[in-house]
């Protein structure tokens, strides 16, 4: 399905038409055949564990301004792919990861799980929307895994005015994140905003008011 159609239909417009290598200065041009771009990758970074937490709700305590993660995974030819495992992980409001020594946090599994898509290539999740740690903008983990290999690891990101305004929320602490793609030690190597521009998840609000970002993840 045309990523157009599919973000039309959830009501909602598509982002980005191309990225830009992380690794490469040439421009590289990857599109479903339904001209859609290609998800591109974005390091995995140093707070992935397998938890193999499968759950919908990855929030167990934790506080912040409440949000559902929606995925569509296809192919390059834009067919829905069943089964693919979404593994999701994030930061909590105050920028710390679960499960960590140097977190302070050791087995404790919050905001980290996974689902496989359904016959239309779609998984859900609820969590609380993350906040932030110095070097890096605010973001949202994520592996794919099909037939026991990952197929990609990326990051989602999210629409500033959104950010912006969940970050007057007193339990995000810190406020908000003034880091620049240039200070973010993950996408500096970008030369222009592109690669960024195709991971901005879509998000509005429900009919209670909550947070509802959607993405379809388009792999190679």
Not at 33 to 51: A, F, L, Q, R, S
Not at 157 to 178: A, D, M
């Amino acid at each position: 399905m045309n990523r157009n159609k599919f973000l039309s239909l959830l009501g909602l417009s598509s982002v980005g038409t191309l990225f830009f290598s992380a690794r490469k200065k040439d421009a590289v041009t990857l599109l479903t055949d339904c001209n859609d771009p290609i998800t591109p990758t974005v390091p995995i970074g140093p707070y992935y564990k397998d938890e193999k937490l499968n759950r919908i709700d990855i929030t167990e305590a934790k506080k912040g301004t409440p949000i559902e993660y929606i995925f569509r995974v296809e192919d390059k030819h834009c067919i829905p792919i069943e089964g693919a495992i979404v593994d999701i992980w994030q930061c909590d409001n105050d920028g710390h990861y679960s499960d960590f020594e140097k977190e302070n946090t050791l087995n404790q599994t919050w905001l980290r799980g996974f689902q496989k898509t359904d016959k239309d290539g779609v998984c859900r999740f609820k969590s609380v929307f993350p906040g932030w740690y110095t070097g890096r903008i605010t973001h949202l983990h994520a592996k794919v895994h099909m037939n026991n290999e990952d197929v990609l690891i990326t990051n989602f990101f999210f629409p500033k005015e959104i950010e912006n305004e969940v970050y007057k929320n007193p339990v995000y602490t810190k406020g908000p994140n003034l880091t620049t793609l240039k200070e973010d030690f993950e996408l500096s190597v970008d030369t222009d905003t592109k690669r960024r521009d195709t991971l901005i998840m879509n998000v509005t609000k429900d009919m209670h008011d909550n947070l509802v970002a959607k993405y379809t993840i388009a792999l190679v």
